[in-house]
């Protein structure tokens, strides 16, 4: 429910390697509609301005673009969509242990969890 592939890679794959097939063991395939979580602005704070940058207070709402519940089924899920229904849904699971390329971006990960 991300709208990025989520690559899952083997525990000994390296860090710091650009090419992503070494240790590729799945890819789990982006969605049209992912699961995102509502933003409502709830003013400019006083100060409007941190160092030259306008600020914000927003709040996040509730979850959308995520099916139902179902037995058996669990749902890939980016942390803050997973955080904020932790106390909801126990479907949710999110990337662990990030695989990094040579630049340091997150290609992947090696497991996943179910944050509690």
Request: some cysteine; proline content about 10%.
């Amino acid at each position: 429910m991300t709208p990025h592939p989520i690559r899952l890679y083997a525990e000994d794959r390296l860090d710091g390697v650009d090419d992503l097939e070494p240790g590729l063991r799945l890819v789990i395939e982006p969605e049209d509609t992912p699961a995102r979580l509502t933003m409502v602005s709830v003013g400019i704070l006083r100060t409007r301005l941190r160092d030259g940058v306008p600020v914000e207070t927003i709040e996040y709402g509730h979850a959308y673009g995520l099916p139902d519940p179902h037995d058996g089924i669990s749902f890939v899920v980016s942390l803050p969509v997973a955080l904020a229904l932790i106390p909801h849904r126990s479907d949710l699971l999110v990337p662990y242990r990030e695989v990094r390329n040579a630049s340091g971006t997150v290609i992947g990960c090696r497991s996943l969890a179910q944050p509690i």
